[in-house]
């Protein structure tokens, strides 16, 4: 969806985030990451809370900083209006939310953030083509849509991917501003080919076979 063949895919959305490494259209299995694989979110309650997010959360460049700021003034603070008209102000919850992404512990998980699992997907590939997976870190799915996210993860002075990887390495960013709907592009692509027809799976060999047909068909 994204236009390359090559790079580490961040995708993270509705009930799980992972980090996938992918060489000229392939990749192994062994070499995905999953960070998060939150329960389903459902009920009536999602919309609304997924709304309030993407208005009023984003990532903090400095966390320690802008919790600092924070608390020494109300200029973070921002007021939003619930469903029933109720107007509630928003202070560092906008940007504490999306902080578990670099630091799960926030929300009692021990794992880690988002920075640390795409460069251990890196490190777990063949040593000549991770110039070329450093150089295209792609991001996908709504939890990226956060403003601020694409600096936080490059910025080397707080110790994301960039301070992270050797010093000699070129690191690039890509958030595509359509990266909401990344999955979906990309299946779209994948369904017009040609070749789409190859990967069809009838309920028969699903049956005789289950998931791992896919993996065998598709991959």
Known sequence: ASGRTTGVVLDSGDGVTHTVPIYEGDFHFTLIVRIFNEPSAGGS????????????????LD??????????????EKSYELPDGQVITVGNERFRCPEALFQPSFIGMESAGIHETTYNSIMKCDIDIRKDLYANNVLSGGSTMYPGIADRMQARRFKEITALAPSTMKIKIIA??????SVWIGGSILASLSTFQQMWISKQEYDESGPSIVHRKCF
């Not at 966390?63 to 973070?76: H, K, R, V």
Request: glycine content about 0%; overall charge positive.
């Open 45 to 60: 309650w999602w919309p609304n809370f997924s709304k309030r997010q993407e208005k009023l959360c984003y990532v903090a």
């Open 63 to 76: 966390f320690e900083q802008e919790m600092a700021t924070a608390a020494s003034s109300s200029s973070l």
């Open 176 to 181: 595509p501003p359509e990266r909401k709907y």
